[in-house]
């Protein structure tokens, strides 16, 4: 899908995940796929639940890579924060979600993924980056889906 620079695109956290980790699948594709959405002027966004997944997932093992130091970790989510907008979550992103909940049905670990996408609706951001195209598919009348692996 072609991207202009009014087009502001969501990252999930297994593309940032991925192009910051060297050892990591996909990581030249979601390094790249950053760069030129960079490069062509999109706004890249991320939200305070990205910074805390990023967290989670780089402090536990991977099959890619061994729990990361906590020191690495701050001072990268600190260049995220610089490099990127960060979409604060609010109180409308709460009845956003609900709203989705409510509308879409997702429950249990899908209320992360639904977060993302109120989080999403409540910045006005239409477009989402991500590896996990399935996760997001029941809400594709809602954003577009970019997915990392075409």
């Known amino acids: 899908m072609a991207q202009t620079a009014a087009d502001p695109v969501f990252v999930d956290t297994n ?3 991925y192009a910051n980790v060297v050892t990591a699948p996909f990581h030249a594709m979601a ?3 950053l760069q030129d959405l960079a490069a062509a002027g999109v706004p890249l966004w991320i ?3 990205v910074l805390r997944e990023y967290l ?3 402090t536990r093992p991977q099959s890619f890579v061994t729990p990361q130091p906590i020191a690495i970790l701050a001072a990268q989510v600190g260049q995220f924060q610089a490099q990127m907008n960060v979409a604060e979550d609010n109180a409308t992103v ?3 979600l609900l709203v989705l909940l ?3 049905g997702a429950g249990g670990k899908q209320v992360h993924d639904a977060n993302i996408i109120a989080t999403m609706q409540a910045h006005g951001i239409t477009k989402l980056l ?3 195209v399935l996760d997001f598919a029941r809400f594709a009348s809602i954003v577009d889906v970019i997915p990392l692996v075409p």
């Open 15 to 17: 593309v940032l995940v």
């Open 31 to 33: 390094f790249q796929t």
């Open 47 to 49: 939200s305070r639940q």
């Open 56 to 58: 989670a997932t780089l």
């Open 94 to 96: 709460t009845a956003n």
């Open 102 to 104: 409510n509308s879409i």
């Open 130 to 132: 991500t590896h996990n």
